[in-house]
């Protein structure tokens, strides 16, 4: 039977403490420009990968809680359709260079944005870090346009949401 002493205890004590506070430490923002495209380091997620068209629109790239990808459009193209509430998924498609893919998304009126409601799949984030150019469509229309130019460095950051 092993002896536990006071000592033993304090010593044990100090080094959880000491643990823990590194584990305080919250770690130093990264923040990489490439291209039209930015990465930016947040603790406790992958980070952000974002972009922002001359109409001053966001369109953001994340890794979402269950590990996949996240999008964020900022502020919301449709606001004026947007209910105080949101009633439920409205349906964009994305368009990367002549691939379009369908993409529900909430939207939450003006600069709350839009985020989207279903994980998308990893090959539209894959298609976007290869392609020029992405619009976001919402009934026919355009709604945004984005520059890809560095997104695939700014993207492949976020690497646990991503392709092996």
Known sequence: MMRVTGKAVLRGFLLLAIGGLFACVPE??????????????????????YTQN???????????????????????PVQSEAPPEPAGPLLMQLAVDEALFDQSFEC???E???????????FYVEKMRQGKQLQVIYRGNVAARFSLDGADEAIGNLKACLSP
């Open 54 to 76: 001359e109409s001053g629109q966001r369109f953001e790239v994340e890794c979402g809680n269950g590990g996949g990808p996240a999008f964020g459009l900022f502020p919301d």
């Open 108 to 110: 939450f009126g003006g």
């Open 28 to 49: 130093e923002a990264r923040v990489v420009e490439s291209g039209a495209w930015i990465y930016e380091s947040r603790p406790g997620l992958e980070g952000v990968a």
């Open 112 to 122: 709350h944005g839009c985020l989207s409601s279903a994980m998308p799949p990893v």
